[in-house]
């Protein structure tokens, strides 16, 4: 028999962070990650994945193949097959994971049924080259020659497996012996964020002790990059890479896309203390909503984002008279930065200027399924050094964006709550309410 678990306000168990990892455009783990960040580096730039010639958007957030190659040398890797059924996503997530666990001691947990997965992901878009190869073996008014298709050494098998969600949690799963519940969320930009918070409500809920959870995202290549160009959502001018996306700068015109993974490893307060694990910092509430208006753009009063902003903080049992942080969804699209802002302001009132606010996607770009995931990671580490990092390219202040925005520097700042916001496409809502952890 399990012992007694220590218990919030509510009665529920204390869902903790004792590990984190992360890789993207800007780091190949979460110290560079973060260090870089402190400095306002960016890690936009020029794409080098495919060819982007006659694209009026070129940029993004690569994550460089050479930060991959650890991948193999790790012994589970060449155990899960990850080489041949694991598309790009997963791989960058089994790099964040494995700093994570590392950091956790996830392997010293001896009841592995308790660990479960909860991860933000989006699967594998289609190659060009994959769309031409099953192009030859169709004909009009002949139909599809199966056959040919099969002894060509054909497409369907492993790319079809590489396009499912749900993949990159089982394999996760299996590479670090995760045995407990599996869960693959397909939430847009909310789906870093939703992960983590299910994860935090299944240890809640006394499902597991253990919860490996976040977002992984590699749809940097033409299929995944030119839907977002038709669309006009991506930005179209700029200076130099690195100063295109300015979130809640008058002068923003769009998103750059990027790519990467973060992961978290959530736990039960008592089991973490059991067995003497680092406690970095605690999830105290989550909540989420459907704007329920338009499937391309957010509802203009931010109402989705006001919903899941205050049942965060609800769950948390935490006043808006404490948070002193706010890490923006801030995509530098117009739309959404004055809709949050709006949001903000609905929520907070009068005391909304007050908050210091700033958008890791000002040096990240947008990690989409990622972004919710290695957002909360910088929250995390930002509350536990007394730091909030800045907003960078922040020049042209917006007259419809009027809050504190951390322009351009870091800000000490000594805080015990904050708000991680994640806003998906088609009007998906998250929101994490993080904290740093104090015995009791």
């Known amino acids: 028999m399990r012992k007694a678990m220590k218990r919030d306000t509510r009665g529920r168990r204390r869902v903790v962070i004792t590990g984190y990892g992360t890789l993207n455009p800007l780091g190949r783990n979460a110290e560079e990650t973060f260090g870089r960040a402190v400095r306002g580096e960016s890690g936009i730039d020029y794409i080098k994945g495919f060819d982007t010639t006659g694209l009026p958007c070129r940029i993004g957030g690569e994550v460089p193949d050479d930060w991959l190659e650890p991948l193999q040398r790790y012994v589970p890797y060449r155990e899960s097959r990850i080489d041949k059924y694991g598309f790009r996503a997963t791989r960058l997530m089994a790099l964040a994971t494995r700093e994570a666990a590392g950091m956790a001691r996830l392997h010293e947990v001896g009841t592995r049924s308790r660990i479960g997965v909860s991860l933000g992901s989006h699967g594998e878009n289609p190659r060009v080259e994959d769309m031409v190869f099953l192009h030859r073996h169709y004909r009009e008014g002949e139909g599809w020659d199966l056959a040919a298709l099969e002894s060509a050494g054909g497409y369907p098998g492993l790319s079809f497996l590489r396009r499912k969600p749900d993949v990159a949690a089982a394999m996760l799963a299996k590479l670090f012996d995760c045995r407990g519940p599996n869960l693959s969320i397909v939430s847009a930009c909310a789906a870093g964020s939703q992960a983590i918070g299910e994860g935090m409500k299944l240890i809640q809920d006394d499902k597991c002790d253990l919860m490996v959870a976040g977002g992984c995202e590699a749809t940097l290549n033409f299929m995944g990059f030119i839907g977002f160009v038709l669309i006009q959502a991506l930005a179209q001018k700029y200076r130099s890479p690195q100063t295109a996306s300015r979130p809640f700068d008058r002068k923003r015109n769009g998103f750059v896309m990027s790519e990467g993974a973060g992961a978290v490893i959530l736990e039960e307060l008592e089991h973490a203390r059991r067995r003497g694990a680092t406690i970095l910092g605690e999830v105290k509430g989550y909540a989420d909503s459907a704007d329920a208006y338009r499937i391309t753009d957010t509802h203009p009063k931010g109402e989705g984002a006001i919903i899941a902003m205050q049942g965060a903080m609800d769950d948390a049992g935490v006043d808006p008279g404490e948070i002193g942080y706010i890490n923006a969804h ?38 989409i399924a990622a972004a919710g995931a290695i957002e909360c990671i910088l929250t995390v580490m930002g509350l536990d050094r007394s730091l909030i990092l800045p907003t960078i390219n922040y020049e042209f202040p917006d007259k419809k964006c009027r809050l504190d925005y951390v322009p351009n520097e870091a800000r000490p700042h000594s805080y015990r709550y904050a708000l991680s916001n994640s806003f998906g496409f088609g009007g998906q809502n998250a929101c994490l309410c993080l904290a740093a952890y104090q015995p009791g």
């Open 330 to 367: 801030g995509t530098s699209t117009t739309q959404n930065d004055q809709t949050e802002t709006r949001a903000i302001q609905a929520v907070f009132g009068e005391r909304a200027g007050a908050i210091p606010i700033s958008s890791n996607k000002s040096m990240l770009g947008h990690t």
